[in-house]
């Protein structure tokens, strides 16, 4: 049974920072491109942010990129996405993706990913 469970998802402020995590279970993340992607409602699911398998780089989307850091707890099968200065139009579900290939070089598909998490929700507002 292949299972992604995302959790941190929360109330913030705007400026504030959250980190979401993406525990994998019945998968090696290690060996996968791994990415988050948000839906606000009535949007269509955006990609944020990926990692590419193994020994693969990070790509940001240009709306997050100085603010998100996403990174790999290996040992703990888990991978992370620390959020700071956050805004309001962070607000969204957010959810991990997981893909067997080489992905996550230039961009974030949604097409390109295979086991997805529930989702978390992560508000920003004041």
Same mark, same amino acid.
Request: aromatic share 12%.
């Given at each position: 049974?292949?299972?992604?469970?995302?959790?941190?998802?929360?109330?913030?402020?705007?400026?504030?920072?959250?980190?979401?995590?993406?525990?994998?279970?019945?998968?090696?993340?290690?060996?996968?491109?791994?990415?988050?992607?948000?839906?606000?409602?009535?949007?269509?699911?955006?990609?944020?942010?990926?990692?590419?398998?193994?020994?693969?780089?990070?790509?940001?989307? =240009?709306?997050?990129?100085?603010?998100?850091?996403?990174?790999?707890? @290996?040992?703990?099968?888990?991978?992370?996405?620390?959020?700071?200065?956050?805004?309001?139009?962070?607000?969204?579900?957010?959810?991990?993706?997981?893909?067997?290939? @080489?992905?996550?070089?230039?961009?974030?598909?949604?097409?390109?990913? =295979?086991?997805?998490?529930?989702?978390?929700?992560?508000?920003?507002?004041?």
């Amino acid at each position: 049974q292949v299972q992604l469970v995302e959790s941190g998802g929360g109330l913030v402020q705007p400026g504030g920072s959250l980190s979401l995590s993406c525990a994998g279970s019945g998968l090696t993340l290690y060996y996968y491109s791994v990415a988050w992607f948000r839906q606000a409602p009535g949007k269509e699911r955006e990609g944020v942010s990926c990692v590419g398998r193994r020994w693969g780089g990070a790509f940001y989307k =240009d709306s997050v990129k100085g603010r998100f850091t996403i990174s790999r707890d @290996n040992a703990k099968n888990t991978v992370y996405l620390q959020m700071d200065s956050l805004r309001p139009e962070d607000t969204a579900v957010y959810y991990c993706a997981a893909a067997w290939g @080489n992905y996550c070089e230039d961009d974030v598909r949604r097409t390109d990913y =295979d086991d997805w998490g529930q989702g978390t929700q992560v508000t920003v507002s004041s």
